[in-house]
């Protein structure tokens, strides 16, 4: 893929190391230099639809906030996880959460094979 382009294969047609493989490469490309705003989204869009087609694949739920409930996480690269319903970031203090988030995470990434 270069860096002006956003795949368009069908999701369905994918396997799951295609998925993460797509998934990754955006990712880094994210992360890098992208030369539009209107480029940087579509390929965030794209990038939110492989890890939901990636996530219905495997037989696991992400864990709760235990502030609000809400089931979804985000984290830039070095920062804590923070809570997309609340906000709440984690600390030290929430560790049992953090390794539950990320053993939810490498499930995902490892195709429903992350250690338990």
């Known amino acids: ?22 998934w990754e490469e955006i990712v880094e490309q994210i992360r890098g230099n992208i030369p539009s705003d209107t480029h940087r989204d579509k390929l965030s869009e794209r ?32 920062d804590a996880k923070i809570c997309s319903g609340c906000g709440t970031s984690l600390g030290s203090e929430d560790i049992d959460l953090i390794k539950d988030i990320d053993n939810y995470w490498e499930t995902v990434l490892a195709g429903g094979k992350a250690n338990a």
């Open 1 to 22: 893929m270069t860096d002006s382009e956003v795949p368009k294969q069908e999701l369905e047609e994918m396997t799951h190391k295609e998925l993460r493989e797509e």
């Open 47 to 78: 990038r939110r639809k492989l890890w939901s087609k990636m996530d219905s694949r495997v037989d696991i739920e992400p864990p709760a906030c235990h502030e609000c409930g809400h089931k979804s996480w985000s984290q830039q690269m070095g």
